[in-house]
């Protein structure tokens, strides 16, 4: 009985000691319940993109068959014919090619306006639009018709299209010149400033 009595004591006393410890433990535990910070660094790199087509047609036909087409000229019109997608923003540039051809047609004769294209969804803001320039010569400094400070991207739609229209031999310009067909190419390029 004495045993019994004296394991009781001594459980007894360790189940408090126990007790004890546990409790110490909970105690610095919630003491020591403030917060901790660690930094984890995201490397972010930018690059710029810039990527453009001139989608269909990619050939315009006119045909000067009247006296008000050789007076006037004639507007052909390629609506969304230019598509740009940039991270900044752009210039687009244009230029003849090599001229081919029966009547040997100057290639000052086009003229060429941009607009903004009929299904475009991309960004709009501070995008300058050139009316009526005058398509340079190949080997000639290229004319700027589409100027834009700013991305494409509209939060929508990463990609601007525009609508070019040209005008071809207004005030005359072929009147006089050996019939046939001939072919005016014209060269677009995209830079970002």
């Known amino acids: ?34 917060s901790f910070a660690q930094t984890a660094s995201l490397n972010i790199i930018l690059a710029d993109i810039l990527s453009f087509s001139v989608t269909q047609p990619a050939s315009l036909n ?17 609506t969304d014919h230019v598509s740009v997608t940039s991270s900044s923003g752009f210039i687009v540039k244009v230029v003849a090619g090599s001229v081919t051809g029966s009547a040997n047609l100057a290639p000052g004769t086009v003229k060429i306006t941009s607009s903004i294209g009929s299904t475009n969804t991309g960004n709009t ?18 004319a700027t018709i589409i100027t834009s400070e700013k991305s494409s991207w509209s939060g929508t739609s990463s990609t601007n299209k525009f609508n070019i229209s040209y005008l071809i031999g207004a005030d005359g310009a072929y009147a006089g010149k050996t019939t046939g067909s001939n072919v005016i190419p014209v060269t677009y390029t995209v830079i970002q400033p």
């Open 1 to 34: 009985m004495a045993l019994v009595s004296y394991l009781s004591k001594h459980t007894q006393r360790r189940n408090t000691e126990v007790k004890k410890i546990v409790f110490l433990i909970t105690l610095i535990s919630l003491l020591n319940t403030g």
């Open 125 to 142: 803001s501070s995008i300058i639009y050139a009316s009526e320039v005058t398509l340079p010569a190949s080997g000639s400094t290229p």
């Open 62 to 78: 006119v045909n000067f068959d009247t006296e008000a087409k050789y007076t006037n000229g004639i507007t052909a019109l390629a």
